[in-house]
């Protein structure tokens, strides 16, 4: 059973940064996708970037550049830079995994297995 448990969420001023890790359990395939979502109260889950176990990365348009998904394999961790925090990246931030995605790794529905989640907060 893959077990998914998030943490580094905080509170942080806007313009600031975060790194968020997921450390991950019981993956026992050597192929697999990884992703990072987000959802605020009242609103559906979003998608932030997602990356393969060959290193190919792909991220929602509006955060590239300001986000950077990562992985160290050795310590079956993925990580999450957050840089220019804005208010609106105020959210619950969610680790999710898959050994199969088809179609866009983007898409939550794609994952079955889902951490806990990570509050991020960014004040003015």
């Known amino acids: 059973q893959v077990h998914l448990v998030e943490s580094g969420g905080g509170s942080v001023q806007a313009g600031g940064s975060l790194r968020l890790s997921c450390a991950a359990s019981?993956?026992?395939?050597?192929?697999?996708?990884m992703a990072w979502f987000r959802q605020v109260p009242g609103k559906a889950r979003e998608a932030v970037a997602a990356?393969?176990?060959?290193?190919?990365?792909v991220y929602a348009t509006s955060l590239e550049g300001r986000f950077t998904i990562s992985r160290d394999t050795a310590k079956n961790t993925l990580y999450l830079q957050m840089n220019s925090l804005k208010l609106g990246d105020t959210a619950m931030y969610y680790c999710?995994?898959?050994?199969?995605?088809?179609?866009?790794?983007?898409?939550?529905?794609?994952?079955?297995?889902w951490g806990q989640g990570t509050q991020v907060t960014v004040s003015s």
């Open positions: 999710a995994a898959d050994r199969v995605v088809v179609g866009d790794p983007l898409f939550p529905t794609k994952y079955t297995y």
């Open positions: 990356i393969h176990s060959t290193g190919s990365t």
């Open positions: 019981g993956m026992t395939h050597s192929t697999y996708w």
